[in-house]
């Protein structure tokens, strides 16, 4: 069985500074995906960024960078330079060989003050 | 280009009620799925499709809940004798390969969700 877990409920940020989304998982699948989504207010779930178990490399979208950790089994989002749009949900989830659907943790607000 | 759609945004049901929600995927996506998504919560499985095979519907809570993708493209999920633990936003997702390989390229895209409530 897969399992993410999204310990912060809200997190808050000033505009233009960093933030980091924590992300733990669990599996037994030696091959896997993992994922971070956002969800704005309009309840649409956006793909932001992608990290396979065998990258090499932690994963970098823009702004966006995928901060892995494989021996801890931790898939931090780190987000720079926030802005007020950043505020949203966001999602972290997973996928494992042969498996088609993507399982996801509870979530973190993230809120952007100016 | 278009995105997933759904049908409708919102939808208010007595208990009792049979609903039927609509997903549009994108064109030529191979692959589609739909979450159960309830309040505070992240979305959760419901069930998959490939073309029109049913693949997985591992995660459909009861009998009274069918999905149908008839001709491979808009598939319909159904909630038969609604009851107030369905209420929660229904979203849909489709991807354009039909394999499980593990790649962003094999991304879901998700619709904007129907959200259900049950009165």
């Known amino acids: 069985a897969q399992k993410i877990t999204q310990t912060q409920p809200g997190m808050f940020v000033q505009e233009k500074e960093a933030v980091t989304l924590d992300c733990t998982y669990d599996?037994?699948?030696?091959?896997?995906?993992l994922f971070w989504y956002k969800q704005p207010s309009s309840g649409e779930m956006i793909f932001l960024i992608y990290?396979?178990?065998?990258?090499?490399q932690n994963a970098t979208e823009g702004r966006y960078s995928l901060n892995f950790q494989k021996a801890r089994k931790s898939a931090n989002l780190v987000i720079s330079a926030s802005q007020l749009g950043d505020s949203a949900m966001y999602f972290c989830?997973?996928?494992?060989?042969?498996?088609?659907?993507?399982?996801f943790g509870t979530g973190t607000r993230l809120l952007v003050s100016p | 280009g278009a995105g997933v759609s759904q049908s409708p945004r919102y939808k208010v049901a007595k208990r009792g009620q049979d609903v039927a929600l609509r997903c549009d995927p994108i064109?030529?996506?191979?692959?589609l799925f739909w979450y159960q998504q309830a309040l505070g919560q992240g979305p959760e499985f419901l069930t998959y499709?490939?073309?029109?095979?049913?693949?997985?519907k591992s995660g459909l809570p009861s009998d009274r809940f069918f999905a149908e993708r008839p001709e491979g493209s808009v598939s319909t999920l159904k909630i038969q004798r609604t009851q107030q633990e369905d209420s929660a936003v229904y979203l849909c997702?489709?991807?354009?390969?039909?394999?499980?390989?593990?790649?962003?390229?094999?991304?879901?895209?998700f619709g904007p969700g129907t959200r259900l409530t049950v009165l």
């Open positions: 997702a489709s991807s354009l390969d039909g394999t499980s390989r593990l790649s962003s390229y094999n991304e879901q895209f």
């Open positions: 599996t037994s699948d030696p091959s896997y995906g």
């Open positions: 990290q396979g178990s065998y990258d090499q």
């Open positions: 989830a997973m996928k494992g060989t042969g498996f088609q659907k993507l399982v």
């Open positions: 064109s030529g996506h191979v692959s």
């Open positions: 499709f490939q073309n029109e095979a049913q693949l997985d």
